[in-house]
């Protein structure tokens, strides 16, 4: 397995706390991890690897999603290898890039939303792993 996490260009940091990458294999087997509410918001992007992202609201098969801020924990489920990259945003990180009242995404798993190019070029460019 690998991980590694990223501090975001100065003009971001006020919003975004950090960009991740987990890569790892689990062969043929079914995995799931439960991931436990932390109070931030993030946009995820599966490199690799199918997902399906679920909690008692949201039941998806997504390669890209936003996971609102939650209460209850969420299931991601997958098999065969993974590469996701996120960013993470603090509490308050994503309202200027909203489209939609944060209380929408509230244990909500929703499509990518769309961004600003400035905001588009400057979370990208992290991504050359």
């Known amino acids: 397995m690998k991980f590694e996490v990223r501090k975001p260009d100065m003009d971001l940091r006020p919003w975004v706390e950090c960009y991740w990458n987990v890569e790892l294999n689990t062969g ?7 991931i436990l509410p932390n109070g931030k918001i993030e946009m995820i992007f599966a490199l690799e690897g199918n997902y399906k992202v679920m909690n008692r609201r949201t039941r998806s098969v997504n390669q890209s999603w936003l996971s609102g801020c939650h209460y209850e924990p969420l299931e991601i489920n997958y098999r065969g290898k993974s590469n996701l990259i996120g960013i993470r945003f603090y509490p308050h990180g994503i ?9 929408e995404t509230v244990n909500q798993v929703d499509p990518p939303i ?8 400057k979370c990208m460019k992290p991504f050359a792993w």
């Open 28 to 34: 043929t087997e079914d995995k799931t991890e439960l």
């Open 114 to 121: 769309p961004f600003g190019e400035f905001f588009r070029r």
């Open 95 to 103: 309202f200027p890039f909203l489209e939609i009242p944060i209380g």
